[in-house]
């Protein structure tokens, strides 16, 4: 019985799974169980090679080396069914990597005959290894590229200081996009790279190839190696300007869920940059944290990921990390876990009954998430549906909004009890007729975050036609603009007569303001009005005011960037001193603690405000508008 389970536990690991009963039943005969508690250290850095491959059935471990100058280099992070050890133990001489546990762990030890038995055996798992060692590089010298980026600062500071140009390695090796799939990896083995880009006749970049495609499109789904490489090459290309810095690659990369980027010197192709690189020039990377997130199976591992998001806050902003930088990696952090929830429902109740796309809107449409979570989410689902299929879907998304609102609730990653609403779940043109009624005195439910929605998972144009047939019809019908400047001006600067603070007079709250709704999001809907006035896509608040200045000369963009920034880093230090104190972070202040200088701008730039609201009030006449 035993046996069997251990059969039917590698039937779904690869490359063993290519392998048939009989042949596992061989294998395992053999297999020993081990435990290892967390913090055990199963392998070590130039110690004795491994007498088996270690394949982890619970738990996980962190692979990584030891610097010439002490700095850990994190390597990966492993989990469920993967493995570690291979390496070594086909070499025979020495371990390149440490390997301890990261938390109570279990693994089936495969002893180095059986292993070599199996690979001399059965070429596909003996191919799956090369290539997933060979070309994969996992020996190369870690110390020698890292000594490359190594400065008088420390890496999370390296991150805001450097520009990509000053890390980006070589030009990458080029390939066409006829060639064969075999030829393609006869180049990486023959470089000794694990990427390829590649390009048309002119020289343009039109793909890439990595050896995770020759994992997974390769050898896990038999494609013949014949085939010409572009069936298998990722498109389209994600790239960086040479003169960014490294954190807003790195963002990048985490934002599409890759592990390389192209860097260009306008439409010149200058390099590349892969997260093993930031790995060594950081000495850790925001990525693994994203890894942690992806491997996560139940709501209760996701319950202390909120410490963890404060944790990489407080070190980005002791390094002088930009608060858009913060607010982007906030989002991009919370949308990996918005998804490993829905990944998580999916596997207890079974795919959707129809096709739908999840979205984001307000703040974290923006990439504007603060450290109190404020995520608002709606679904637009296909249309067409029979009214059986209707009840189904009704009652299937009812559960989802459930499993959502209650999920991100337990885990402190929410500062409100709905992420999302039932009535922020229907089809596509019920959602056009719900837009088509703002500004016309028969709307409902109107509200202006919609403009900044953004696709998080399914087909992204569903929501990015709403998203234009709304600001298109902000173009077209003032009365509609008229009623999104009398949504801003609801709200009001929080100054008193005399230009104190208007604070809570009593309650949770008393003598504090809500410096997100009072300051930061009435600068984000001005900067909105500004730039649907001509006509700006652009969904993030600084992104708008960049556009208005660049491109349209707005005289007060340079202002609005410098205070939208300065509440934003107010409020996050304040977030961060609140988890620090053991409270929940939230967006109310007590002005009193501020020192006289950070008092006064924090009032220069609510007035600042106010005059901006002046201006919109003359413009569109917002005290006659009917909300």
């Known amino acids: 019985m035993l046996q069997d389970e251990i059969i039917d536990f590698f039937q779904n690991v690869l490359p063993f799974n290519r392998l048939s009963r009989e042949a596992l039943g061989d294998m395992v005969s053999d297999i020993a169980m081990e435990y290892y508690p967390e913090g055990e250290q199963i392998l070590k850095q130039d110690g004795p090679p491994s007498e088996f491959l270690g394949v982890i059935k619970k738990g996980g471990v962190k692979v990584y080396q030891i610097s010439d100058t002490d700095d850990e280099v994190i390597i990966d992070l492993r989990g469920e069914g993967e493995h570690f050890g291979m390496l070594s133990l086909i070499s025979d001489d020495r371990s390149r990597n440490n390997v301890v546990t990261i938390e109570d762990t279990i693994c089936y030890q495969v002893p180095k005959k059986t292993v070599l038995a199996v690979l001399q055996n059965n070429p596909a798992v003996n191919e799956y290894f090369l290539k997933s060692f060979f070309i994969g590089l996992l020996d190369k010298t870690y110390e020698e590229t890292r000594k490359r980026y190594t400065g008088g600062t420390t890496g999370e500071q390296l991150l805001f200081s450097t520009k990509v140009k000053e890390i980006v390695r070589t030009e990458p090796q080029t390939i066409s996009p006829d060639i064969s799939i075999q030829q393609a990896a006869i180049v990486m083995a023959k470089h000794k790279i694990s990427s390829l880009v590649v390009v048309d006749s002119t020289g343009m970049a039109v793909g890439m190839v990595t050896d995770r495609d020759f994992r997974e499109k390769v050898v896990a789904e038999a494609e013949d190696v014949l085939n010409p490489v572009r069936v298998i090459m990722n498109t389209p290309l994600i790239t960086i300007d040479s003169e960014d810095n490294c954190f807003e690659a790195l963002l990048r990369m985490i934002r599409h869920r890759i592990h390389h ?347 600042f405000t106010a005059r901006l609201y002046e201006d919109i009030e003359a413009n569109y006449w917002s005290g006659k508008v009917l909300p």
């Open 261 to 607: 980027i192209l860097v260009m010197e306008g439409r010149k192709l200058k390099g590349m940059l892969t997260n093993h690189d930031f790995m060594l020039f950081q000495g850790s990377s925001p990525t693994i944290l994203v890894k942690e997130i992806g491997n996560i199976r139940s709501i209760e591992e996701l319950q202390d990921t909120a410490p963890k998001f404060y944790k990489a806050v407080s070190s980005l902003l002791r390094h002088g990390a930009r608060t858009h930088n913060i607010t982007g990696l906030i989002t991009e952090l919370t949308e990996k876990i918005t998804n490993t929830v829905i990944d998580i429902f999916e596997e207890e109740n079974g795919e959707p009954p129809i096709n739908y796309t999840l979205f984001y809107y307000g703040g974290a449409g923006r990439h504007e998430l603060t450290l109190s979570f404020r995520v608002d989410m709606g679904i637009v689902y296909s249309d067409g549906a029979s009214a059986q299929l209707q009840a189904e879907v009704d009652n299937y998304f009812k559960l989802l909004a459930a499993a959502l609102n209650s999920s991100m609730l337990a885990c402190d990653l929410t500062g409100k009890k709905q992420c999302i609403r039932m009535d922020n779940i229907q089809g596509a043109s019920l959602w056009q007729e719900q837009f088509s009624k703002w500004g016309t005195g028969a709307g409902t439910g109107r509200e202006t975050g919609f403009f900044d929605m953004r696709a998080i998972r399914g087909d992204h144009k569903r929501v990015d036609s709403l998203r234009q047939y709304l600001i298109n019809r902000a173009g077209q019908y003032k009365g509609l603009m008229e009623a999104i400047a009398a949504d801003t001006l609801q709200i009001r600067p929080p100054l008193a007569f005399f230009k104190d603070f208007v604070v809570e007079k009593s309650g949770e709250h008393e003598n504090k303001l809500n410096l997100y709704e009072k300051g930061i999001k009435p600068l984000a809907d001005c900067a909105r009005i500004y730039g649907l006035e001509k006509g700006i896509t652009r969904r993030s608040t600084l992104g708008r005011l960049h556009e208005l200045k660049s491109r349209h000369g707005f005289r007060v963009a340079e202002d609005m960037t410098q205070a939208f920034g300065y509440l934003n880093g107010l409020l996050i230090n304040s977030q961060l001193r609140q988890a620090e104190n053991g409270e929940k972070p939230g967006n109310f202040i007590n002005p009193d603690i501020f020192t006289i200088f950070e008092r006064k701008t924090l009032k220069e730039s609510f007035q």
